[in-house]
């Protein structure tokens, strides 16, 4: 991508670390309202989470003349920008997939998964179904989805473009946008505020592990959560003192 923005060495790794309720947070505090793909879920919860950056697909309807030769499967791999997306997308990024919402037909099945898992892929999500759910669920690889089906692609879907804007379960995403997923579920951070959104989503993560123990103990949420001078006072001597170990 041109002209692409450079993040900050260890803004991935802290996003990775940070929940995305916590990432929501910070961008609605820029006046993100939405970012977050809604109904689209992990197939395995046992995957940890991840932060990588967009390389988009988009389908559109398929088309008898285009789709299908008499069903033969055969020539599935002629005209297919599927598989040419699969095979361009490189380590370290995430398959993001306009399927237009789309549960009617997989957008992509195990093969395809391992392929991009052994290529470095982070994660493949879509806003329609993959198929083959048993066995991607038991992948190291995080694979989020709006359902699972066993029907092929060309039954409904064709791949139309790839890295180009797209909507993803509601959400826009931009080639490079950075896509951070835990067991929630995704969200999409422009790439412009992911430095920013880093370090600050990394330094609530701490705080809130604070509040919680505050709120365990019995205090109450006013003035805890969020907390006042006072109890702001209490956490920085509380971090201070676990960083002197």
Partial sequence: MANKIELQPDTLDKLKACSVATLTTQLFRRNFRQQFLVGVAPLSKEVGSFAGEAFTLRFIPSREDKDWDLGDLKKRGEDNMQWEAVEAIEAGQVLVIDSRGDTRAASAGNMLMLRMMRKGVVAAITDGAFRDGTEISK????????GNTASTRPAYL????????????????????????????????????????????????????????????????????????ETLKEYAEWRANRAKG
């Fill in 139 to 146: 992948m190291d690889f995080p694979a989020y989805c709006a």
């Fill in 158 to 229: 064709r791949a139309a473009d790839m890295q180009l804007p797209i909507g993803c379960a509601g959400v826009a995403v931009y080639p490079g946008d950075i896509i951070v997923g835990d067991s929630d579920g995704v969200v999409v951070i422009p790439r412009q505020h992911a430095d920013a959104i880093a370090k600050d989503s990394f330094e609530q993560e701490q705080r809130e592990q604070f509040l919680f123990t505050k709120i365990d103990g019995g205090a109450s949420l006013w003035g805890t959560y969020p907390p006042n001078e």
